[in-house]
């Protein structure tokens, strides 16, 4: 049994860990409160934006763009969104296991002709630690997202898909369902998939940041007051008027749209870092709650048998004389 010096020494450690857990969980829910509210004032813009793009190429038969042709796959990209630190579960875990997932899908085309862009500093380690190509270093944006490097990757990206150097690039991210929730996505960049109906961001939860399992079943029984219902994306009119010209059109449209899918991803995977920090910490500070009673309980224990034999052996003692 360890002495009560020992159960002292660890009950101080448990404290101190504690209170830099607590800490990073409220450092955390910060965080996540302002990539709520990133996501939120740019979603309404990027979904009906793509809605309207895609809506115009599968209608208008004139509407031709080597941006939504299918070609054979010689060469392709993976734009992989992660942390640049850790302590967030198993949020980097998860990416790179479906990174890893996505060059086993495509080692037939041989390792030159794998691309990596790694958005985060655990993802560029894992690129060099596996041997692929690196595109460059994009681990500011992990920390600080903004729009001119999201426009960058994107026109990167446009430029090799049209000159040929690439077939395929494709997103792997976490999709921000809600503060509790980080939907794992593999996403097609290019080619422009026009037969891909936009269902997940409905089911958003921008606005909470709840992250128990109990408060989210209790919410999706009882449902939430003052909750805005979700208005349905309506059907767009076939008959488009193009003005100026076909080419003008889409030469505006699908970069934007680029830059936005980029931009959206990067925000997605943000706030899902800090959500999953967020539960990370809360329970890291919930496992120390019970360590220390357990901790206290044991040096309770050890201090009232160290009293007993003390006062057994006074006892013995005056017996004898």
């Known amino acids: 049994m360890p002495s009560l010096k020992e159960i002292k020494g660890r009950i101080a450690s448990v404290k101190s860990t504690r209170k830099i857990t607590s800490a990073m969980k409220m450092v955390a829910s910060s965080k996540l409160h302002h990539a709520q509210v990133m996501i939120e004032n740019m979603l309404p813009y990027e979904t009906m934006l793509e809605h309207i793009l895609k809506s115009f190429l599968a209608a208008e038969a004139e509407a031709q763009t080597?941006?939504?042709?299918?070609?054979?796959?010689?060469?392709?990209?993976?734009?992989?969104?992660?942390?640049?630190?850790?302590?967030?579960?198993?949020?980097?875990?998860?990416?790179?296991?479906?990174?890893?997932?996505?060059?086993?899908?495509?080692?037939?085309?041989?390792?030159?002709?794998?691309?990596?862009?790694?958005?985060?500093?655990?993802?560029?380690?894992?690129?060099?630690?596996l041997g692929l190509y690196s595109a460059g270093d994009f681990t500011a944006l992990a920390d600080k997202p903004n729009v001119q490097g999201c426009i960058d990757i994107a026109m990167d990206l446009g430029m090799r898909f049209q000159k040929g150097e690439i077939d395929r690039v494709e997103l792997i991210y976490h999709h921000f369902k809600s503060a509790g929730s980080q939907?794992?996505?593999?996403?097609?960049?290019?080619?422009?998939?026009?037969?891909?109906?936009?269902?997940?961001?409905?089911?958003?939860?921008?606005?909470?940041?709840?992250?128990?399992?109990?408060?989210?079943?209790?919410?999706?029984?009882?449902?939430?007051?003052?909750?805005?219902?979700?208005?349905?994306?309506?059907?767009?009119?076939?008959?488009?008027?193009?003005?100026?010209?076909?080419?003008?059109?889409?030469?505006?449209?699908?970069?934007?749209?680029?830059?936005?899918m980029i931009y959206t991803a990067l925000l997605d995977s943000n706030a899902s870092e800090h959500a999953a920090r967020m539960v990370a910490m809360q329970t890291a500070t919930d496992n120390a709650d019970e360590l220390l009673r357990e901790l206290n309980l044991q040096y309770n224990k050890s201090r009232q048998q160290a009293i007993t034999s003390e006062l057994l052996d006074i006892v013995g003692g005056s017996v004898n004389n």
């Open 66 to 129: 080597i941006y939504d042709q299918e070609r054979p796959v010689k060469r392709v990209a993976l734009v992989v969104f992660a942390s640049n630190s850790s302590l967030c579960g198993g949020f980097n875990a998860n990416v790179l296991r479906m990174m890893q997932q996505a060059i086993a899908e495509y080692q037939h085309l041989g390792k030159d002709n794998i691309e990596i862009y790694p958005i985060g500093r655990k993802v560029s380690e894992k690129v060099t630690k």
């Open 183 to 260: 939907i794992l996505t593999r996403k097609t960049f290019l080619p422009i998939d026009i037969s891909e109906e936009l269902n997940e961001d409905k089911e958003r939860d921008l606005t909470s940041n709840i992250a128990t399992a109990k408060a989210q079943e209790y919410l999706r029984k009882h449902g939430r007051q003052n909750h805005s219902e979700v208005e349905e994306v309506k059907p767009l009119n076939d008959n488009f008027i193009v003005e100026p010209d076909m080419n003008t059109v889409l030469s505006r449209l699908i970069p934007k749209l680029a830059h936005l």
